[in-house]
């Protein structure tokens, strides 16, 4: 008599124990409170300082002081910075996932490339000079390049190696074409020159309802990947045993990173680091459930963000540091660490 396993293990996970599940799941719950936080310091902190009371009052009442005015400023950059950095998180567990590689990150694909290179274009050949245009086009060149890796790394036939090589290969070429035209192209190198470095100064209400449709698309496809990214963690053969559809869980998965990625950096700019710390840190304590680890990203990835953005706002008054500069100042260090650890281990 045959018995038919448990969903757990046909996804590729152990169930976990009672009391650790009760963990992770207090564990969440603290990391949405610290998100809370975190947003509310990014709406009170700025050039002017606001008190809690002010935030409230400016969140929850009629608008028409001064602080509310501010308020109403500062809440469009914190709504796009837990829209992005959820984004990235998601998108570099999906890639850490999809290449099996803990250090992968949304640049390995060349998605930030083609975004970037598709803004100068935009810039210097169309005359583009608007955040909405930057917007399009920025998302347009990253569909463009997460296809054609897609399509360079065997498609159908895809494999992690594949990909990854792939990705790396036209990020390098993009990147050349990046310098070399701004490089000929001074008025390209002052407008390029802010949004390369990623910001969320420039967030409006009108870059959050054109973004916001790929990415709640983005994060319903990426966590509905869990289950069959945990089945492929196991290795392709005991994928298939466990009835996991190898070629559709990638190609899904290459498309949910790209749009989730695409979308964040059309809005922000390239932001380095955030895809690829939040997932490998949150993956030390949740183990490798990507049930687990895509919430928590989800979760973490905005704290990292708006907490970088605070950083940047606090150390320069009155001026500011973009949070694209602020994360790589604090995630070079970190990802050395990461490096180090991980060889370490191997050794």
Same mark, same amino acid.
């Given at each position: 008599m045959?018995?038919e396993s448990?969903?757990?293990?046909?996804?590729?996970?152990?169930?976990?124990?009672?009391?650790r599940?009760?963990v992770?799941?207090?564990?969440l719950?603290?990391?949405?409170?610290?998100?809370?936080?975190?947003?509310?310091?990014?709406?009170a902190?700025?050039a002017?300082e606001?008190?809690?009371a002010?935030?409230?009052?400016?969140l929850?009442?009629?608008?028409?002081?001064y602080?509310?005015?501010?308020?109403?400023?500062?809440?469009?950059?914190?709504?796009?910075?837990?829209?992005?950095?959820a984004?990235?998180?998601?998108?570099?567990?999906?890639l850490?996932?999809?290449?099996?590689?803990?250090?992968?990150?949304?640049g390995l694909?060349?998605?930030n490339?083609?975004?970037?290179?598709a803004?100068?274009?935009?810039?210097?050949?169309?005359?583009?000079?608007?955040?909405?245009?930057?917007v399009?086009?920025a998302?347009?060149?990253?569909?463009?390049?997460?296809?054609?890796?897609?399509f360079?790394?065997?498609s159908?036939?895809?494999?992690?190696?594949?990909?990854? &090589? %792939? *990705?790396?290969?036209i990020?390098?070429? @993009?990147y050349?074409? =990046?310098q #070399?035209?701004m490089i000929? !192209?001074?008025? /390209?190198?002052?407008?390029m020159?802010?949004?390369?470095v990623?910001?969320?100064?420039?967030a409006t209400?009108?870059?959050?309802?054109?973004?916001?449709?790929?990415? &709640? %698309? *983005?994060?319903?496809l990426?966590l509905a @990947?869990a289950r069959p =990214?945990? #089945?492929?963690?196991?290795? !392709?053969?005991? /994928?298939?045993a466990?009835?996991?559809?190898?070629?559709r869980t990638r190609?899904?998965?290459?498309l949910?990173?790209?749009?989730?990625?695409?979308?964040?950096t059309?809005?922000? *700019?390239p932001?380095v680091?955030?895809? @690829?710390?939040?997932?490998?840190?949150?993956?030390?304590?949740?183990?490798?459930?990507?049930?687990?680890?895509?919430?928590?990203?989800a979760v973490?990835?905005?704290?990292?963000l708006?907490?970088?953005d605070?950083?940047?706002r606090m150390?320069?008054?009155p001026?500011?540091?973009?949070?694209?500069i602020?994360?790589?100042?604090?995630g070079?260090?970190?990802f050395?660490?990461l490096?180090?650890?991980?060889?370490?281990?191997?050794?």
């Amino acid at each position: 008599m045959l018995v038919e396993s448990p969903p757990e293990q046909r996804a590729g996970t152990a169930p976990a124990p009672p009391k650790r599940r009760a963990v992770r799941a207090f564990g969440l719950v603290l990391s949405v409170v610290i998100l809370v936080l975190v947003a509310l310091a990014s709406i009170a902190i700025g050039a002017k300082e606001l008190s809690l009371a002010q935030v409230w009052h400016g969140l929850f009442e009629d608008a028409g002081t001064y602080g509310d005015v501010v308020v109403a400023e500062r809440l469009s950059r914190t709504v796009l910075g837990l829209l992005a950095g959820a984004a990235l998180g998601l998108a570099g567990a999906v890639l850490q996932a999809l290449t099996r590689n803990p250090l992968a990150d949304p640049g390995l694909l060349g998605i930030n490339a083609g975004a970037s290179a598709a803004v100068v274009t935009a810039i210097t050949y169309f005359g583009v000079t608007s955040l909405t245009g930057y917007v399009w086009f920025a998302f347009l060149g990253a569909a463009a390049v997460g296809a054609l890796v897609w399509f360079l790394g065997g498609s159908r036939g895809a494999t992690p190696v594949r990909l990854a &090589l %792939a *990705g790396t290969a036209i990020s390098a070429a @993009l990147y050349g074409y =990046l310098q #070399a035209v701004m490089i000929m !192209d001074e008025a /390209a190198l002052g407008k390029m020159r802010f949004w390369t470095v990623g910001s969320l100064s420039s967030a409006t209400d009108a870059t959050i309802e054109q973004v916001l449709p790929f990415l &709640l %698309a *983005g994060f319903v496809l990426a966590l509905a @990947l869990a289950r069959p =990214l945990n #089945a492929m963690s196991m290795g !392709d053969d005991t /994928a298939r045993a466990l009835g996991a559809n190898l070629n559709r869980t990638r190609a899904l998965s290459m498309l949910a990173a790209t749009v989730l990625c695409g979308a964040a950096t059309a809005a922000c *700019g390239p932001i380095v680091f955030v895809g @690829l710390m939040v997932p490998h840190v949150v993956r030390s304590f949740t183990g490798p459930d990507l049930r687990w680890i895509l919430p928590y990203a989800a979760v973490l990835s905005p704290v990292l963000l708006l907490g970088a953005d605070v950083i940047g706002r606090m150390v320069a008054r009155p001026a500011e540091l973009q949070v694209g500069i602020v994360t790589a100042v604090l995630g070079g260090p970190v990802f050395i660490f990461l490096v180090r650890r991980r060889r370490t281990a191997q050794l």
